[in-house]
């Protein structure tokens, strides 16, 4: 999760391709707005904002069922390159911390295995899903290509008139915390519980989620709807 707003989504808010060396990668998963149950809320911490160059020093994930977290996983990788002052102080990683941590190919397996192919959701979470799809493609061979729900776009559409959306703002918005740690496991729980937050919402207040995808303008009937079966559980489950 990326909290200081570096990677930017376009005007609609909709997907962002992967870009590796210029080349841009279709096989991204869908951007979604909806509802549901049962989920996998990944975050990632890295060395810088670069996906095409900078590595990911930790991953962390929470399963999700039934809107509660059943299984979490969270392991440190070492990096190639050194860990440079800014990100040890906004993280708390140190070089130190990650000297004798597995390797990206080791943990990324675990990870993948964990996550599997079903919904995850994450703040900002192109931001970790571009370095996921590079380094799961270059160190073990694999194609991150989940659907997901961004935390962060879904706050934009339901308070469309609070100017921040970061992960701090979200926290400190919905009485979940005041301090956002900048550690993949602890985001990771943090932004289920925005997530869950926003959806008990939605469902209070009788907001349907086909409206929020044009800002509360009349749900196009070209958009499509994602196929049920894709997932465990699903309502209002729509993507652009």
């Known amino acids: 999760m990326n909290d200081f707003d570096a990677v930017k989504i376009n005007d609609s808010e909709g997907s962002l391709p992967f870009s590796n060396n210029g080349q841009v990668h279709k096989l991204k998963g869908r951007n979604l707005i909806g509802r549901a149950d049962n989920y996998v809320v990944i975050d990632i911490e890295t060395t810088g904002l670069d996906a095409d160059y900078d590595e990911i020093i930790e991953v ?44 990206s190919a080791i943990v990324l397996k675990g990870f993948v295995d964990f996550v599997g192919k079903g ?12 370095f996921l799809y590079n380094n799961c493609r270059e160190k073990i061979g694999y194609v991150f290509a989940n659907n997901f729900i961004d935390t962060m776009r879904l706050s934009r559409r339901l ?42 919402y939605s469902i209070k207040n009788n907001i349907k989620m086909k409206y929020l995808l044009a800002n509360g303008k009349p749900f196009s009937e070209r958009k499509r709807k994602v196929n049920e079966n894709n997932f465990d559980y699903m309502d209002n489950l729509f993507a652009d």
């Open 60 to 103: 962390a994930a929470a399963r999700v069922r039934d809107g509660a977290v059943s299984e979490k996983f969270s392991s440190l990788i070492k990096p190639e390159n050194t860990i440079n002052e800014f990100i040890v102080n906004l993280t708390g990683i140190t070089n130190e911390m990650v000297k004798t941590a597995p390797p």
């Open 119 to 130: 919904l995850i959701v994450g703040h900002n979470v192109n931001f970790d899903i571009n």
């Open 159 to 200: 308070f469309a008139n609070e100017k921040q959306h970061k992960l701090t703002d979200l926290i400190n918005r919905f009485g979940i915390g005041t301090v956002v740690e900048h550690r993949a496991l602890g985001d990771v729980l943090q932004t289920q519980k925005c997530y869950e937050y926003m959806i008990n």
